[in-house]
């Protein structure tokens, strides 16, 4: 009888076990996603250096931002993946609203790339219009 109430206790402890490793277990994150949950951006922005990451599900939204940028010529990296949906504009400009890059995504792209001489730029505008995909920029200062 004894061997018994062993076996039914140990097939409660591993139940209990399943159960409470299950309900701990987080979504899995695929490796090209660095922003982690949908719809919450990940941004760096250190000296002459600065990136935004998006995974975004329908998302309206504009995005205002200052980079700290101390150089006049930059270089720009603007990519969108798996997009199914709406579009996003992202938009650098002076102090003085001049721009000095604009560039409007409706669809996949692997990555595009710019390059603003002689001016530093202060202000970065995303513009999100029901997007959905991923979206990577940086802005990196150049020597």
Do not use: W
Not at 11 to 21: D, E, K, P, T
Not at 113 to 137: A, D, R, S, W
């Amino acid at each position: 009888m004894k061997k018994e109430n062993h076996k039914y206790f140990a097939v409660i402890i591993f139940i209990l076990a399943a159960i409470v490793f299950y309900s701990c277990r987080e979504e899995v994150i695929s490796p090209k996603n660095n922003s982690g949950n949908v719809n919450e951006p990940y941004r760096s922005n250190f000296r002459n250096s600065y990136t935004f990451i998006l995974n975004a599900e329908n998302l309206s939204q504009n995005v205002i931002d200052y980079p700290s940028i101390s150089y006049s010529n930059s270089r720009i990296f603007v990519s969108v993946l798996d997009h199914t949906a709406g579009s996003v504009e992202v938009i650098i400009l002076t102090k003085s609203r001049q721009v000095l890059y604009r560039n409007k995504f409706v669809e996949d792209n692997n990555g595009s790339y710019g390059i603003v001489e002689g001016i530093k730029p202060e202000i970065i505008e995303i513009n999100l219009n029901q997007f959905t995909g991923k979206l990577k920029f940086q802005l990196t200062g150049v020597l």
